[in-house]
């Protein structure tokens, strides 16, 4: 009788993993984190186990092999500019391909958006940001600023109560991502060992390197139909370096910041010699002296820098 | 005569019905998401016909993408106010409809009185009817 019930059953004795990976397409979401994200090797070696674990997961489920759905739940550390908000919003593409979430969308919050200003705040504002990532990602962005010390009557260790709670219960509805500075996020999680226990990946976001740096302007100036000419290149390549010695340096976004400042500068310059015709490639170039007008070349300080004095035009 | 066995109270969708299970409401709530609904939760113990305004549990919920938030608040109404009446409205708002575009019971006390008809004589031989509900003769703390 037993063996009538196991034929009948319609559990597979065999499974092809390659046509289940080939189905999920998860290798086209992979190619393009390969593709648009430069650099963050330990980043996307993580990602793709997490993804294979997933896949494994799920042909697991076919042969009636039970296990508990995995934790999700990350820490994304790093460096301003290291592309920590960019691969939360992959992740929510990943993780709905793998058919781990329903939705994927992501709600990125900061503490305003969970912590209340009088008692009885907090509770219904972090609930109703619970409820609209539910079926997708939530983004919790210098999650260390949810936990003050120094005010123990802060409501934002309420806040973290009601994360610990969805977190532990609703695992199959939605995933939470903390993002912050390493040493920050470090003392928020001594001072919250729930969360860190809570919290299955703990991803640090390592710094670009200037060639990398060099790639992701390229990549910005592509997407912008803009392009460096040779000169202007070696002029960008000299500046990055440059860049990175003076302070707030945020990788990638210092890197946008110069060439929005540079394209002002190429459009002023085209502006100013006006009466000659311009061509399409012109109009697209960023020439050497857009960017060594920079004041980092002047006299190695930052646009704006209070200590620099006058603002350059 | 008995028209309604169970005294079951119709109102809204499916209340002929069977119960809609978990997984059902979550469908439900589902298509109305996909429209672009706000969904909202209410609570009653005086279910009335007439009575159209029913007490809100929480604010309406907008610019939710997935019905298990929904079904979260539903489950803390239902332990909230185990033997009442709740049902699950979703509100379109886009110009011109402006109004409900479902509304269905999740849950309802275990027994139901139901109503009755009550003849009122007045001039003539004229009658008035009222239909008057059973529970309301009971205090608000005692009516399920």
Known sequence: MNDAKTNSSAVPDKIDLEAEFQSSHIQEVLDKLDRELVGLKPIKTRIREVAALLLVDRVRRQF??????PTLHMCFTGNPGTGKTTVAMRMGEILKRLGYVREGHLVTVTRDDLVGQYIGHTAPKTK????????????????????????????????????????????????????GYKDKMDRFFQSNAGMRSRIAHHLDFPDYSPDELMVIAKLMLAAQNYRFSAEGEKAFAEYIPLRMGLSHFSNARSVRNALDRARLRQANRLFNSRTKTLNKMDLMTLEAEDILASRVFVDGKLDGDPASGVIRK | MM????????????????????????????????????????????????????????????????????????????KTF????????????????????????????????????VRQESEGRMIRYTVHSYATDKAEQERY
């Not at chain 1, 009636?64 to 759905?69: C, F, M």
């Open chain 1, 128 to 179: 109703e940001v619970i409820k609209k990532a539910m079926g997708g990602v939530l983004f919790i962005d210098e999650a260390y600023y949810l936990y003050k010390p120094e005010n123990e009557r802060d409501y934002g260790q309420e806040s973290i109560e009601i994360l610990l709670q969805v977190m532990e219960n609703n695992r199959d509805d939605l995933v939470v991502i903390l993002a």
């Open chain 2, 82 to 117: 185990s033997s009442h009446y709740i049902r699950v409205m979703a509100f379109n708002s886009s110009r011109g409809t402006e109004s409900p575009a479902m509304s269905f019971l999740v849950n309802r006390p275990k027994k139901e009185p139901g109503f009755g008809l």
């Open chain 1, 64 to 69: 009636e092999l039970t296990s508990e759905t």
């Open chain 2, 3 to 78: 028209t309604n066995p169970g005294n079951r109270l119709t109102q809204g969708q499916f209340s002929f019905l069977p119960d809609l299970t978990d997984a059902q409401i979550t469908a439900q709530i589902k298509w109305a998401l996909k429209h672009g609904w706000a969904v909202s939760i209410e609570y009653t113990d005086d279910p009335h016909p007439r009575n159209t305004y029913w007490e809100m549990f929480g604010n309406p919920m907008f610019d939710l993408k997935d019905p298990a938030g929904i079904l979260m608040e539903i489950n803390n109404c239902r």
